[in-house]
């Protein structure tokens, strides 16, 4: 066996690891999440996350091999301390559709992708996302980078993840556990 092929099993096997473990987490109704009165700015989210150091929270959404530009973004977001995953989402004008199980934990799509009608091609074929918990071969999977580290499979859903100032949240759509971690 290859060395990519034992790194991407490995990795493979700690991305089912850490959706197992959120899910377990998240076994019980989470409690509404208040949302503020203001509306989410994208004044406040820099586009120009990518073009240098971000001193809030960079977020990225990346669509992988679905290549659907509706989605993928990347911005700063100017944070002061720990925030929720789902208000810095917010905070960056990005719209998340959760599951029917977990609605406000998991993204079941973003800004739109996957829409209902379109054909996620698969090794067994083709699937369609109908955000009822059922879908086996992908999903847009939740990344966390800290300031001067390695980026990491969430270990929390969006409605309990804290983010803090210098961190990077990537939303990453993964089919058949391709790609296995983010690129940067």
């Not at 409690?31 to 960079?58: F, I, L, M, N, Y």
């Not at 071969?137 to 993840?161: F, H, I, M, N, R």
Request: hydrophobic content about 40%; some cysteine.
């Amino acid at each position: 066996m290859t060395l990519t092929k034992i790194r991407t099993a490995a990795a493979s096997s700690l991305a089912a690891a850490g959706l197992l473990f959120a899910l377990a987490a998240c076994s019980a109704p989470a409690a509404t999440q208040p949302t503020t009165s203001a509306p989410a700015s994208t004044a406040a989210a820099s586009s120009s996350a990518a073009a240098g150091p971000c001193t809030g929270v960079k977020v990225i959404v990346d669509s992988g091999s679905l290549k659907q530009a509706a989605a993928d973004t990347s911005v700063c977001v100017p944070v002061d301390g720990p925030t929720l995953a789902s208000a810095v989402l917010s905070q960056a004008d990005v719209k998340i559709e959760g599951t029917a199980k977990y609605p406000t934990s998991f993204a079941c799509r973003v800004n739109g992708v996957p829409a209902a009608d379109f054909d996620i091609k698969h090794k067994g074929g083709t699937a369609r996302e109908a955000c009822d918990d059922k879908n086996t071969v992908s999903y847009w999977a939740l990344w966390v980078k800290p300031a001067a580290g390695k980026w990491g499979y969430a270990q929390e859903g969006l409605d309990s993840l804290k983010l803090n100032p210098g961190e990077s949240l990537e939303l990453l759509y993964t089919v058949d556990n391709e790609p296995a971690a983010p690129n940067a």
